[in-house]
């Protein structure tokens, strides 16, 4: 099955600064990579996503690139601000109606003002 | 658009009971809803995949026997935790997957139910 690593665990920075986390995936085949952002005891929320015939996206102070012969995709966050504090997932998964996703461990970003 | 709600948002009980826990979908109907679960500080992990008029898939290493999922109808999932014991203290959280999504994955979460079993 899929397999999706995230890095880093944890990741501090100070206001305006960038953010980039990093997630690899194992199964070629998959073709759907999604971006949640988890605040604290409340749900994911979808931020971004990305199929495997765009290289990048990008809405506004949030992109992610997807480079498909290594198998990572990355989320960047510019100018990042104190409300950007929270809890980023990755996922995999194959874009049809009958798979699932498979998240990474997330990350917890830390803005500092 | 595409708003899930569930029930109870958190809930507290006796090691050997059961608790059911609600997934609405508000505003599409859902053929298919998904359950995770996700301990403190850790991912969320996929328990089972609801299918509407149909059994539930549920992944390796998950009791279908302990943890009953019943989808009723096109907006409505349930996930019974039976016997439950305190290693089964977490917080629940259902998806689903709204109809004609450009991305025919693309989920949508209920805000999460934490179950504390005592």
């Known amino acids: 099955g899929e397999n999706v690593e995230q890095h880093p665990s944890t990741l501090s920075v100070q206001e305006g600064d960038s953010a980039v986390i990093k997630c690899t995936y194992s199964?070629?085949?998959?073709?759907?990579f999604p971006w949640y952002k988890q605040e604290l005891g409340k749900r994911p929320q979808l931020i971004i996503d990305i199929r495997s015939n765009v290289g990048e996206k990008k809405d506004q102070r949030i992109a992610v690139t997807l480079n498909k012969t290594a198998k990572h995709f990355s989320l960047h966050i510019t100018e990042t601000q104190p409300e950007d504090s929270a809890v980023y997932f990755c996922a995999a998964s194959l874009n049809s109606g009958y798979s699932t996703l498979t998240f990474g461990k997330g990350t917890m970003l830390l803005v500092s003002p | 658009g595409a708003v899930v709600s569930q029930h109870p948002s958190w809930v507290i009980c006796k090691s050997g009971t059961s608790v059911k826990i609600e997934c609405r979908s508000l505003d599409f109907q859902a053929t298919t809803m998904f359950w995770y679960r996700q301990f403190p500080k850790q991912s969320l992990m996929l328990m089972a995949t609801s299918n509407e008029g149909s059994k539930a898939t549920y992944e390796q290493g998950v009791e279908k026997d302990k943890f009953l999922i019943n989808h009723a109808s096109l907006t409505l999932s349930t996930l019974t935790v039976t016997s439950a014991h305190p290693e089964d203290s977490s917080f629940y959280i259902c998806?689903?997957?709204?109809?004609?999504?450009?991305?025919?994955?693309?989920?949508?979460f209920g805000p999460g139910t934490r179950l504390t079993v005592l």
């Open positions: 199964d070629s085949a998959s073709n759907y």
């Open positions: 998806s689903a997957r709204p109809p004609g999504s450009f991305s025919p994955n693309e989920q949508f």
